[in-house]
């Protein structure tokens, strides 16, 4: 057993630390996260330059690494609370093109994820969807030789920027049917397709999209018509995993910034650590974060296990780190006092970024409830 | 032993009722309603219907302008003003300063502020806490240092509700530094408008604006505006959170967020069934409600009390600690009711950039932002942990 970093990926992990300590400030995060896009396309240019936009890709396609790999940037990408579209883009986007897409397909967007000069976003949840990913409502049906998709999809990650939205639209089957569900890639611009965008609670950007009788070609279809269900699971649980290693960041700031605030904030004349009741309510945050990480290595080094063991180790650590993250985010505003409800310190937004991670995906409730099903 | 309110008590719900049922705008109630922030004028507005009526300080004494309630009749009227959908009554003139005026105060004082504390001429904020001085009070050093007839007041507020819109503040500051802390304190009353005071915003984590720092520099207040006497500010300022905890369990607002809470997670859907009827979704909403009918009955218990003559001491602690879990538990739930609706952010009105029309279902309006704002009430007001000391040291004597 070896849950150490091999050399590269401790070269890895130095460049995004490095990263994060010079060019991701927390004064500098707020510009980017209040700009117009929500993000910095510079930034986004050096995450190609350093390849980090490749991570997880097939090798012949440009990609390097793995699990591993993602797992060390997404880690990064919680203590930073950066703001780029890296989930929905590489994880999400990269992952289901990768994993179903032919070869025309791969050939001709991974590179474009890699270099930095194309975005994604995953357009699967719906209104009445909640967390159930067969719940498909929107419809793709035979026209001409392609398809034409209608349907209305909700708060889409990333999507004001991506310049390709995949879509899990229904091909057959009933609105809750795991067969029937298909996957198009969309030219964020076509023609029938409308967004309303918005800022999301955490600081990222996300929006409603609409397609209204969308025409996409037969090259549209990813992966096999009808049979999206396994592949979406996969990925999902890739994005989960990278999700866990975010909030495993996040977590960790709120630990080392409230340790700290403990220590240095006087009330009554001492620390206000020095109050048991908030030591062991620190404590209680430490040992989440230790639940948390331990739960992102595990999933991490499950995800190419087979579907049984996989989904178990996603729905597992998504339920720890839903339910930790939310804790450390609420007892690290409280044990702030005042000072925790501030859009000025950090910690509000860390809590922010936390409480959307436990809801994306399916939240901890969800979660367990898969989590029973599978060990039952 | 018996539950039930008494003949006169029920025709007074019924009166209320009938009188919010006329009275109360209908954009304000929908405003209220919609979670949307409310303005000065919004308050102002519903301060002065409940004003002409003569009731919007009904649990004051006749004499000083109130209606003189019973603390049940008072608990009546809040409940129907909550399933009304009234805006609330602001704490800080006519719960907060109202009474230590008329209790501590001058007749001069009594003949000038509490007209226009009813009337809603005067907005009044509370400046207890500092940068240094949260939980620990008393260790405040804004200082007043007497020249002649007046103080010179020098030193910052922190955390300031709605100062921004005050005419006036009552202060606590610092007179006296040798001896005990709490013997160096007096109570101030300080007019906004005078030269040295400076309100700076603060922005909380819903990115509204409710909270704010004021600085005081040189700023001069005449001694007749002081409560009672000098260094013994303490006294009155435990007087008046003694009036703070009254109501503090807030049980009518609750039972109104809890109706919401069942509303949406009716109409939210789960797998193609309305949300309510997920197992454990349910169970986490019956837990909260049972949480709430304990809530209801400890604070009906110590309404009883009194009725009785004996105002609450170390359940007030109790209350404020129960209520503001459940009002957390309650939001929180909503929150994830929404599913991935919580997310899009409608932030509070004509904040530049805000997305007035909310993204997803109507319902969803508001619903994250109340959620973080709640953060702050196991904070405020004395945090939980303030308050768990407050009954292990008087209640349990440990
Ligand atoms: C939204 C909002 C509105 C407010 N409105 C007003 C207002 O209008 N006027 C006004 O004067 N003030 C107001 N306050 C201030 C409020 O009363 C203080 O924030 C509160 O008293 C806590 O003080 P603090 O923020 O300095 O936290 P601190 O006292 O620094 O506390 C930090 C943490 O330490 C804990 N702690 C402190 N001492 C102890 C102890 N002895 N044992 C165990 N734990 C302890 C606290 O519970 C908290 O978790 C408001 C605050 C907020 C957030």
């Not at chain 1, 397609?211 to 979406?232: Q, R, S, T």
């Not at chain 2, 907060?96 to 001069?108: K, N, R």
């Not at chain 2, 006036?168 to 500051?173: A, R, T």
């Amino acid at each position: 057993m070896d849950f150490n970093l091999s050399e590269d990926q401790q070269l890895l992990k130095d460049s995004v630390d490095r990263f994060i300590q010079n060019e991701y400030d927390f004064e500098t995060r707020r510009k980017i996260a209040n700009s117009d896009e929500g993000f910095s396309r510079k930034n986004w240019k050096t995450f190609a330059e350093l390849g980090w936009l490749a991570v997880g890709l097939p090798e012949e396609h440009g990609g390097f690494g793995g699990p591993v790999e993602t797992m060390v940037i997404m880690e990064g990408i919680g203590r930073g609370l950066l703001t780029e579209p890296y989930l929905p883009t590489v994880v999400l986007g990269g992952g289901l093109i990768a994993e179903a897409g032919n070869e025309t397909q791969k050939s001709g967007i991974l590179s474009a994820i890699a270099d930095g000069s194309c975005m994604v976003a995953f357009a699967y949840a719906e209104p009445t969807s909640r967390f159930n990913l067969a719940d498909v409502a929107t419809k793709a049906e035979k026209s001409g030789g392609g398809w034409k998709l209608s349907g209305h999809k909700s708060v889409v990650y990333g999507a004001p920027s991506a310049d390709k939205i995949i879509v899990s639209a229904r091909t057959s089957g009933g609105q809750r049917d795991r067969d029937g569900v298909s996957l198009f890639i969309v030219d964020n611009n076509a023609n029938g397709l409308s967004r309303r965008d918005y800022p999301t609670a955490d600081g990222l950007r996300a929006s409603e999209v609409m397609l209204e009788g969308v025409e996409v070609g037969a090259d549209a279809l990813l992966g096999e018509e009808g049979k999206a269900m396994p592949v979406i699971e996969k990925v999902v649980d890739r994005g989960i995993a990278a999700l866990c290693a975010e909030a495993v960041g996040c977590m960790e700031v709120l630990k080392d910034e409230t340790n700290e605030y403990l220590k240095t904030r006087k009330q009554f004349g001492v620390p206000i650590g020095k109050f048991q009741v908030l030591q062991h309510r620190m404590v209680d945050c430490f040992i989440e974060l230790e639940q948390s990480r331990s739960m992102a290595y595990m999933v991490t080094l499950k995800l190419d296990e087979d579907e049984a063991e996989r989904r178990k180790a996603a729905t597992a650590a998504k339920a720890q780190i839903g339910k930790g993250g939310v804790f450390v985010g609420a007892e690290s505003v409280q044990m702030h006092g005042g000072m925790g409800m501030t859009d000025e310190l950090k910690i509000s937004h860390y809590y922010k970024r936390l409480m959307q991670i436990d809801t994306m995906f399916g939240n901890r409730d969800y979660q367990l409830k898969q989590f029973a099903a599978l060990t039952q | 032993m018996d539950l039930a309110f008494s003949p006169a008590e029920l025709a007074f719900r019924e009166e209320v009722r009938a009188f919010l049922a006329e009275h109360l705008p209908d954009d304000l109630r929908e405003k209220v309603r919609n979670r949307r922030e409310l303005k000065r004028d919004d308050y102002l507005r519903w301060h002065r219907i409940l004003h002409r009526k003569g009731w919007v300080a009904g649990w004051w004494p006749e004499e000083h302008g109130g209606c003189g309630w019973t603390p049940a009749e008072r608990h009546i009227f809040d409940e129907e003003c909550h399933n009304a959908d009234a805006p609330p009554i602001l704490p800080f003139g006519l719960q907060m300063v109202g009474p230590v005026i008329y209790t501590f105060g001058s007749q001069a004082q009594k003949d000038f502020f509490l007209p226009k504390l009813l009337s809603g001429e005067h907005w009044w904020c509370q400046g207890y806490s500092e940068p240094g001085s949260g939980s620990d009070l008393a260790s405040l050093k804004t200082s007043a240092v007497r020249d002649g007839d007046e103080y010179v007041v020098n030193g910052q507020k922190i955390w300031t509700s709605l100062a921004h819109y005050a005419d006036w503040i009552f202060c606590l500051v610092r007179t006296a530094s040798d001896g005990k802390q709490q013997e160096g304190i007096t109570f101030l009353l300080i007019d906004m408008k005078s030269p040295g005071v400076t309100v700076r915003p603060i922005h909380l984590m819903d990115r509204g604006h409710h909270v704010n720092e004021v600085f005081f520099e040189d700023v001069r207040v005449p001694v007749e505006n002081r409560i009672g006497e000098e260094n013994k500010g303490w006294t009155y300022a435990k007087f008046l959170l003694g009036n703070e905890r009254a109501g503090i369990a807030e049980v009518a607002w609750n039972k109104k967020l809890l109706r919401r809470l069942k509303e949406i997670a009716f109409s939210e859907q789960a797998d193609g069934r309305p949300l309510i009827e997920d197992d454990v979704f349910s169970r986490k909403v019956a837990e909260t409600e049972v949480k709430l009918t304990s809530l209801e009955y400890c604070n009906l218990r110590v309404l009883a009390e009194m009725q009785e003559g004996s105002p609450p001491g170390g359940e007030a602690s109790m209350l404020k600690l129960l209520g503001s879990e459940v009002t957390q538990s309650i939001t929180e739930l909503t929150v994830e009711a929404l599913g991935y609706y919580a997310a899009p952010y409608d932030m509070p009105d004509e904040t530049p950039g805000s997305n007035r029309t909310p993204v997803g279902p109507d319902h969803a309006e508001g619903v994250l932002g109340q959620h973080l704002f709640m953060r702050a009430i196991t904070i405020a007001g004395g945090s939980s942990e303030i308050q768990k000391n407050i009954i292990a040291k008087m209640v349990l004597g440990l």
